[in-house]
């Protein structure tokens, strides 16, 4: 099969399309014919080797693993002996471990899904990583009817599912964003909009139930002056320090936790099958809708990834295979 692949780390060069062996399906496991496949930014850390502790498990001078992607859409062309819910033919989508960019993966029956009926699979692929970690995340905040919640990204992949869906589950959305991305995140349901450029939501008087935080681009301390006093910090960031990453952050609000009345919540999304049929439920009854930036064919996976990390992006982007 046709896939992308890296034998070094570094940057969207060190992408190339190659001939490698296509996956056998294990006992429970489906292999999925790739139409289309998003681009993360888990993926570019790791294309990178950043931070680097990520290293430990992917691989300390090489990547163990040359081929990148996680959200896939596509069909079932074989399953494996003790998969019963799928047959071959299914239009499906899956997080997978075994990397996306490729025109076949295999992935276990309890972390595929039946692809929402509304969308496309260069849409439906746009929802697996980012939309389990907005659902997750909302969940962890206790987002209900009548929560303030502020959103710091809403523009970016994870940050427009937590926006549609948080309004979805009844909440009011103050979305932080850029001048130029702001009629996006408005259009997706926002009823509030922080420019980030102009002002400052930790500065502000306005208090919140529950922050979602995706960038970390705020000290903590000055973060909790915007939370109610016993409101919600969920923080969902790869970003931090060149060895480490996020995980000095994270040690640092969970120990603060303990003494103060907010509670501040690391997310470590989980791969959910479950969770998957979900959003398929809420896109197929017009709640949420997958936002795709620019979609690239496998050829040009480099550029894919790189428009990725020019930080312009609106949405997903997507790969097309």
Do not use: W
């Not at 888990?42 to 300390?60: E, Q």
């Not at 076949?104 to 509304?118: G, H, K, L, M, S």
């Not at 849409?123 to 969940?139: E, I, K, M, N, Y």
């Not at 909790?224 to 923080?235: E, H, S, W």
């Amino acid at each position: 099969m046709r896939a992308v692949v890296q034998h070094r780390y570094g940057g969207p060069e060190t992408l190339s399309l190659a001939e490698v062996e296509a996956p056998v399906p294990a006992d429970d496991e489906v292999l999925i014919r790739v139409h289309a496949v998003a681009v993360s930014k888990g993926d570019a850390l790791v294309m990178r080797g950043t931070p680097r502790a990520v290293r430990l498990a992917f691989g300390l001078r090489r990547p163990k693993r040359q081929i990148l992607g996680r959200d896939v859409a596509g069909e079932v062309a074989s399953v494996g002996a003790r998969v019963t819910r799928f047959r071959v033919g299914d239009a499906v989508y899956a997080e997978s471990d075994q990397g996306g960019y490729a025109e076949f993966v295999a992935v276990q029956e309890r972390f595929v899904a039946r692809r929402p009926a509304t969308v496309d699979a260069v849409h439906a692929a746009a929802v697996p990583v980012s939309g389990t970690t907005a659902l997750q995340g909302l969940r962890l905040a206790g987002i209900g009817p009548g929560a303030h919640l502020l959103v710091n990204g809403a523009s970016g992949g994870v940050g427009g599912f937590v926006v549609q869906l948080a309004k979805a589950m009844g909440a009011e959305v103050t979305g932080v964003c850029s001048t130029a991305k702001a009629e996006h995140v408005r259009a997706i349901g926002a009823d509030h909009i922080v420019d980030y450029t102009r002002e400052d939501f930790t500065a502000g008087a306005a208090r919140y139930d529950a922050i979602f935080d995706l960038v970390a681009d705020h000290p903590l301390g000055r973060v909790r002056r915007a939370l109610a006093p016993r409101g919600t910090l969920v923080l969902s960031s790869g970003t931090g320090g060149a060895v480490f990453g996020p995980f000095g952050r994270i040690i640092r609000a969970s120990v603060m936790s303990v003494f103060v009345s907010q509670r501040l919540r690391p997310l470590a999304a989980t791969r959910n099958g479950d969770d998957l049929a979900e959003l398929a439920r809420r896109i197929d009854a017009g709640e949420i809708v997958p936002f795709v930036d620019e979609v690239f064919p496998l050829e040009r996976a480099a550029e894919a990834v790189a428009r990725l990390e020019s930080g312009e992006v609106r949405g997903k982007v997507v790969i097309e295979v």
